[in-house]
């Protein structure tokens, strides 16, 4: 790029509408986190403050990083897209070997006193990757080796693989549903995904089944869809959760029962600062909070959408398509579960539930769609 382009990028504003967006959704989700957390971190440290503080501080270093990432061009993520793939896959296959195990699962890694999942960065990761490879294909993509065997079937699988052995469903699902949208945006044909698409999701779907079938490792999963279809079929195990979080987001009502005032945060609703904190939020706030907070989402995803469409190139272009689509997808994933329209994936509620590398992570991503696009 000539000197003149890059000062002529770097002149362009924010989106303040979603940088605005982002920031609302970040203050109400430390809040939540503090209010949904305080019985829990009581309970285990006698500090009610334990999770809210550390929340805090990695929302802390997100912005900072978020600042520094501002001066960094976006387009020079692309050179960046073989890496990206490889260090993704790297990270992912390091978790079996070196993770650290915790409710049952291996899906974390700790260097120093930071734990973290690698998978959320592998999203990232897979995103600059697919960005790169669909922009460097795009006069191949109506070719069906080349436009949907090749990232769909050969290179999407190697990262999907690495994930389920973490026992990692809700991440399987995700990434395979933001590589789809990334593709189809980038100008794959559908009847490619309608056709053989289907085939390999069926064919992933019946593995899935056979694990959860016929080994102990895969069980919970019949488990979590018999729980879905009717939860006090076993009330006081595997249909517990939901049940509670039922109760916390009826009583609710209309306008809540006031921050803080929540019941089912105490001891009932396990873990109520992860994926369940939208169930606090709803007794807390009520529905009018919960509409708030969708509404949140649903400006995200239309300002996300926006700078995908105006973005001055293929490669920006994608990269806001995947970010959006990651972010509204579970976003709507986590808010679906809590309500009981879908069986439990453990996906997390972006902004909202507690994890400190995950936020710092979530808020670079973000940061990299809000420069550098001006939008009238």
Known sequence: MSEGGKKQLNSKPFDFVLF?????????????????SSPSA?????????????????????????????KIDYRQYSKLGKIAYICSLIILA?????????????????????????????????????????????DKLKDV?????????????????????????????????????????????????????????????????ALAKFTEKGAYRISRIVTFLDPWSDPSDAGWQIIQSLYAIGSGGLFGAGLGESKQKFLYIPEPHNDFIFSVLAEELGFIGCVVVIILFAIFIWRG???????????GSLVAVGITSLIGLQAI??????TSSMPNTGITLPFFSYGGTSLAILLCSVRSIVKYIKIM
């Open 20 to 36: 605005i967006t982002v920031l609302i959704l970040l203050a109400m989700g430390i809040v939540m986190v503090l209010s949904a």
């Open 42 to 70: 009581l309970a285990e440290s006698g500090n009610s403050y334990a999770y809210v503080s550390r929340q805090a501080v990695f929302a802390i270093i997100g912005i900072g990083c978020m600042l520094f990432i501002s």
């Open 94 to 138: 390091a978790v079996p070997i070196l993770g650290y195990s915790a409710k049952g699962a291996t899906r974390w890694l700790e260097i120093g006193p930071i734990r973290f999942q690698p998978s959320e960065l592998a999203k990232i990761g897979l995103i600059i990757f697919y960005a790169y490879y669909l922009t460097k294909n795009k």
């Open 145 to 209: 080796k080349n436009g949907f065997i090749k990232p769909f079937m050969y290179l999407a699988p190697i990262a999907i693989v690495l994930v389920i052995f973490q026992d990692h469903l809700s991440v399987t699902i995700i990434i395979i549903l933001v590589i789809s949208i990334m593709m189809l945006m980038a100008g794959t044909k559908l009847r490619y995904f309608v056709t053989l698409g289907s085939f390999g999701l069926v064919g992933g779907a019946g593995a899935l089944f």
């Open 305 to 315: 959408l926006l700078i995908a469409m105006r973005a001055p190139d293929m490669f």
């Open 333 to 338: 994933m986590n808010i679906a579960v809590v």
